[in-house]
């Protein structure tokens, strides 16, 4: 892995107004993306994890600048492209490529492979002999593990497998430095999740590519991933090398994330403690003051009400693993039986369960 930064990001930030039909409501936005900084390598695969909502996606389009920013800036390989316009981004769109999470909608049904694949030779001006861009588009498809004589075959005659097979080989059409892979396999049975994987690693140490892996399977990022960000509620929750994550997780949100993976040997499965976070994720549009995470977390102050916490190393970390919490959780400390420190209307606290005698004397008094 090359210790050159091939992307950096500071103060990233995404806010989508709030729309009721064709009326905007007041002033109201979605805090999509919300202050993200990080940096990527050259050569190296990033993970980004994060539940369903946490602004994943939306940065990775932010990144290839699919959506423009509302603040902050992107620098790729040297050159801030933050305000480019469309039409001096085109030529940097040959370096940066995107491979989507879904294999049906992603590709289109009436076109065939050959088409599809050889569509970036056509709008960049490449390959201009049908012959020639025939030839490119078959040794593309040779090198993901597809049948060139499939050239032109239709996206319905291919399995889900075959077709992210398709567009990752359309993203390596014009030999990007940086592909940013949006949940490539979460659509895929896990056999063929396999073999996709094993094709992205094999491609990275033939082309030397950089990925961003995107995805909410913790498992599949360990497997990956060089480097992983945990996001949360569209900020950086914790940020380190791979194995630091998974062995030594500071934050308590990527103690409970990780004590849900699914353990394979049933005897260490019935030890495991899981962490159960109370309520769902607040709301984008209205995000708790301080630290976002505080409303569900069992280790919440008041100073964690009040302040926002710097993405930095803390509880002794080297440099390169930071976390964004004032009250990281310690080796060997018991998270679950912690209890958070602040008051009750500043957090998620879940209703007790209503038996089903109390439910029976409500109904006998006639209660609603």
Known sequence: MSGDVILSLTDVVKHFPVQSGSIRRNKDVVHAVDGVTLEVRHGETLGLVGETGCGKSTLARCITRLFDLTSGQIVFDGKDISTLKARDMRPLRREMQMIFQDPYSSLN????????????????????????????????????????????????????????????ARALALKPKLIVCDEPVSALDVSIQAQVLNLLADLQSQLGLTYIFISHDLSVVRHVSDRVALMYLGKIAELSPSEDLYEKPRHPYANALLSAVPTPDPAEAAKKKKIILVGDVPSPVHPPSGCRFHPRCPKAQQLCVDEDPELVARAGDQPSHLTACHFPVKSAEELITATPQIAEHERIVEPEAVSAETVSELIEKGAP
């Open 109 to 168: 049904p009436r076109k065939t492979v050959g088409s599809i694949i050889g569509e970036p030779f056509v709008i960049h001006g490449l390959e201009r002999e049908k012959d020639a861009r025939k030839r490119a588009v078959q040794r593309l498809m040779e090198l993901v593990g597809l049948n060139p004589e499939h050239y032109n075959r239709f996206p319905a005659e291919f399995s889900g497998g075959q077709r992210q097979r398709i567009g990752l």
